[in-house]
């Protein structure tokens, strides 16, 4: 009976022993997670948490980046499978790998996983963000309206409330609530941090088309007797007996009423001037330059695909100067570790 149970003992160690081996094999054999093997063999990690997350996701980025996207996202796997539950190691990883995710329905999971699990995450308000846009990419804009209005509501302090505003005051505006848009827009615009180029064009050409406050103010004031004595127009002595809506001060409601068309979605090049854009990528087919497109409209980035036959090219943004081109260029680099260049695109 003894030696039974010794033998018992040792075959269950040795199968310990078999299935942490196998583990260490399988993390070291993944690209590029050398660290990641350290931490199994020696038990402490050669760096901090949050470096050794940031190592592994810049890693998973430039596979996905050099058309190894099945690699890159079986190294995000890994990452989510040794962070802990509920630790903001996990809310990281959700978060990376959803960005990178091969299709919108496997980055929602994600996305919503990392909102309703990790609220006190500074994940959280980003998740809400990203639902967001992919949602308003879906075509489902009122599903993206209450997502962004929860992100206003529950994360009101969150960094992502300055990409969000611009996306939910362009989406008011879309649908017709202009003064509501007009509103979000003026309320979020402080909060665009400095140096973001592209997000700062695309609130000033938004807001282009928002009447000025002080105008409409004025406007309102002048309607407001006419708008009062509307149930008794009847009367012949109304008109007379209301000094705001006089000839006089017709004048006052004019300026309101000229921006009343709504902007379009993407900038309209000016029919004079060199158009600019920053190019990301070029592919050789529509599917894989429609995913990358997807990703960085998913980042907040204003991308597009441009061709009709390969290569496709994948770029974000149109400039009136080559030199806030150049600008947006060089902070997408910064950002996002990869590269981009300018280039002269047609009008239109």
């Not at 990281?92 to 996305?111: H, K, N």
């Not at 959280?124 to 209450?146: F, P």
């Not at 990409?163 to 909060?191: F, I, K, N, S, Y």
């Amino acid at each position: 009976m003894t030696t039974s149970g010794v033998d018992g003992t040792g075959r269950g160690m040795l199968l310990r022993s078999v299935r942490m081996a196998g583990a260490m094999a399988l993390v070291c054999l993944l690209p590029g997670t050398t660290a990641w093997g350290q931490v199994l063999a020696t038990g402490s990690a050669p760096m901090s948490a949050d470096d050794s997350v940031a190592a592994v996701v810049r890693r998973a980025q430039r596979l996905v980046n050099d058309g190894q996207g099945a690699d890159g996202r079986a190294l995000m796997d890994s990452l989510l499978e040794a962070a802990e539950p509920r630790s903001r190691k996990e809310a990281e990883a959700l978060y990376w790998r959803a960005s990178l995710a091969a299709s919108w329905d496997d980055a929602q999971r994600d996305y919503l996983r990392l909102m309703l699990e990790h609220e006190l995450s500074p994940r959280y308000g980003d998740a809400m963000l990203r639902l967001a846009q992919g949602e308003a990419t879906r075509n489902d804009r009122d599903a993206a309206i209450r997502y962004l209005e929860r992100l206003a509501r529950e994360a009101p302090e969150s960094a992502a409330r300055a990409e969000g505003g611009l996306w939910h005051g362009r989406l008011l505006v879309e649908r017709g609530q202009r003064d509501q848009g007009c509103a979000v827009l003026r309320e979020t615009r402080p909060r665009v941090p400095t140096g973001q180029l592209e997000l700062e064009n695309q609130y000033e050409f938004l807001l282009r088309g928002c009447p000025d406050p002080a105008a409409v103010a004025a406007a309102t004031a002048g309607e407001a007797p006419t708008s009062a004595a509307a149930p008794t127009q009847a009367s012949a002595s109304v008109p007379a007996s209301t000094p705001a809506s006089t000839p006089a001060s017709a004048p006052a409601a004019a300026p309101a009423a000229a921006p009343a068309a709504t902007p379009p979605t993407t900038p309209t090049p000016t029919a004079t001037g060199t158009v600019w854009s920053v190019q990301i990528a070029a592919v050789s087919t529509l599917s894989e330059a429609t995913a990358l497109s997807r990703r960085l409209t998913a980042r907040g980035y204003a991308a597009r695909v441009d061709g009709s036959a390969a290569p496709f090219r994948v770029r974000i943004g149109r400039f009136a100067t080559r030199a806030a081109a150049a600008d947006a260029a060089a902070a997408y680099k910064a950002k996002e570790k990869a590269d981009a260049f300018v280039v002269e695109v047609p009008r239109g």
